[in-house]
């Protein structure tokens, strides 16, 4: 950060023709928006932000651990019967976020087999078996 002037929060998001609210700003920093703290505020370099937002990849590749749930057979009201998959929930930056996902869900749902992977699970769960969540790919 050169000898620029440092912006508040309402200044950087008025620069940036944007609204966002404070939670917005609260995970950009969680995910490495660039800032400074001076004294117990924080103050934001406009050219480091720009840098930053036009850096960040969102293609799929930029995320690649994923959380997967396993969705049984099931018989459409047509009588077809369609056949068991593995779901992709969510896709995730790094594996742990990808596994603190996988145990809400396994919170949210214990009867539903859930796997983290970079890839889609090929395997068809046990029947009846205990469902940790296991890393695949």
């Not at 966002?20 to 609260?26: E, F, G, K, Q, S």
């Not at 050219?47 to 960040?56: F, H, T």
Request: some cysteine; glycine content about 6%; hydrophobic content about 35%.
């Amino acid at each position: 950060m050169d000898n620029q002037k440092l912006l508040t929060e309402a200044e950087l998001l008025q620069a940036l023709n944007i609204t966002a609210d404070r939670t917005t700003m609260w995970h950009w920093r969680k995910q490495g928006m660039p800032y400074a703290k001076v004294g117990h505020w924080l103050r934001y370099d406009l050219a480091a932000v720009q840098a930053w937002l036009r850096g960040r990849d969102q293609s799929p590749g930029a995320w690649p651990w994923s959380v997967w749930t396993w969705v049984p057979e099931g018989r459409r009201p047509s009588g077809e019967v369609e056949p068991a998959f593995w779901y992709e929930e969510c896709r995730c930056r790094n594996q742990t976020d990808a596994e603190n996902i996988a145990k809400l869900f396994q919170k949210a749902r214990p009867q539903t087999p859930v796997r983290v992977g970079t890839a889609r699970p090929t395997d068809a769960p046990q029947p009846d078996a205990a469902f940790p969540v296991t890393e695949e790919g």
